[in-house]
């Protein structure tokens, strides 16, 4: 059976991260990936970092923030310093021995269009994670043609691909570009919805065809762990935050179950 990691949201409903943290550890994971948003949280991202290692999660990966991210495709300094920005996220994140990151390129449908001014930034940022030893996946969002662009103009081998397939269902009715990503998706965000939104539902709750997304997942040679990216609210808040996880639990061992056939 593969691997199962979750995400640590700081967004679940009703609860602290400590007790999401808790409840994690608690439902059998060993894998987790962290939120580096840049955040003034209660309890702190370097905290959060701390307990998981505690505890004896793995850290598989951070999520970088993605605040004013669209600067980065245009001019001006406020572009420049995102890229110190996330320069020093990632040697914060590899202070930490974490060595791979998840970036998001756009935020909203009406993203700047891809362009050199972006694209030479990125390349710094990506340049200087592969001096850190830093692995650097690129999320799929809402604006079509950025992420594909990235993947044919920089060829960086510590660059790849997160494949979101909640992102993917709601705003592409599935297509994705599966040909530029053989042995370039790092990580996935696996999660479910019914098109109305970007819903984050477990997985087999929503309309997504688990068994398609799978199958093209293991064509693209992805081996890395099954990763669900959940969040505690709407109607799971019926049931307690250790049912909740639990529950995610098990249906990743459903996911993973399903990889082996």
């Not at 999401?20 to 905290?47: C, L, P, R, S």
């Not at 001006?76 to 974490?98: A, F, H, M, T, W």
């Not at 990125?122 to 692995?135: F, P, R, S, T």
């Amino acid at each position: 059976m593969k691997n199962l990691a979750i995400c640590l949201q700081n967004s679940d409903k009703q609860v602290i991260p400590i007790q999401t943290i808790e409840a994690i550890k608690k439902a059998g994971y060993q894998n987790i990936f962290i939120q580096w948003y840049d955040e003034d949280w209660k309890y702190t991202q370097q905290e959060q970092v701390d307990l998981c290692k505690k505890m004896g999660l793995n850290i598989i990966f951070a999520h970088l923030g993605y605040q004013n991210i669209n600067e980065i495709w245009q001019k001006g300094e406020e572009g420049n310093q995102l890229v110190e920005r996330y320069k020093k996220d990632i040697k914060d994140c590899k202070q930490n021995g974490i060595t791979m990151v998840v970036m998001h390129l756009t935020s909203g449908h009406e993203a700047p269009v891809y362009n050199e001014i972006g694209l030479e930034r990125i390349k710094k940022i990506v340049n200087y994670a592969e001096e850190l030893g830093v692995k650097v996946a690129f999320e799929n969002l809402k604006a079509k043609g950025t992420l594909e662009n990235i993947m044919r103009n920089i060829h960086n081998d510590n660059v790849g691909i997160c494949y979101d397939a909640g992102h993917c269902h709601v705003w592409f009715d599935d297509e994705f570009p599966y040909e530029l990503c053989k042995d370039k998706i790092f990580a996935v965000h696996l999660h479910d919805n019914d098109k109305s939104d970007d819903l984050h539902l477990l997985p087999f709750e929503g309309t997504i065809d688990w068994e398609y997304v799978i199958r093209k997942l293991k064509q693209c040679n992805y081996e890395e762990p099954v990763t669900l990216e959940l969040c505690y609210r709407y109607h799971y808040l019926n049931m307690s935050l250790e049912e909740f996880y639990k529950k995610s639990y098990e249906i990743g061992e459903k996911l993973s179950n399903m990889w082996e056939n």
